[in-house]
Every structure is written in C-alpha cells, then in structure tokens.
C-alpha cells in the first residue's frame, strides 16, 4: 500500500526497541522507494514532543 507524507497511519506490529505499541498513530514524514519501499514515520507524545521516528515497511502499516 502506497502511502503519503503527511499521511496518518497505524501500526500492525509492535516495535519494542523504539517503544512503539501495536496500534499507535503515527504521520508520515519521508517516503522511500530504494532500496525497498518504506516510510519514515514520527509518534508524539500527548504534550507533543517526539516519542520515536523511524522507518517501516508498508506491510506493517495501515491508513487510520
């Protein structure tokens, strides 16, 4: 699934060595194509300061 910066979306894993739960909201900030599709994609905390920001696979993600 094709998604776009700015785009919110959802996790469908866990990501226990960046704190990020199954199910967390998260927005795309960079897409990759090479050298395999990913995004790069930033979790906020509620007082909106950075939780984590990495890249991940299409497969585990979701359109919230």
């Known amino acids: 699934m094709k998604f776009n910066e700015l ?3 959802k996790t469908l894993i ?3 060595e960046e704190g990020i739960d199954k199910g967390e909201i998260g927005a795309v900030i960079d ?18 300061t ?3 920001m990495f890249a991940i696979l299409p497969e585990h993600l979701e359109k919230y």
């Open 14 to 16: 866990s990501f226990p």
């Open 31 to 48: 897409v990759y194509t090479r050298p395999e599709e990913a995004y790069e994609v930033e979790f906020v905390n509620e007082d909106g």
């Open 50 to 52: 950075t939780k984590a």
């Open 7 to 9: 785009e919110v979306v």
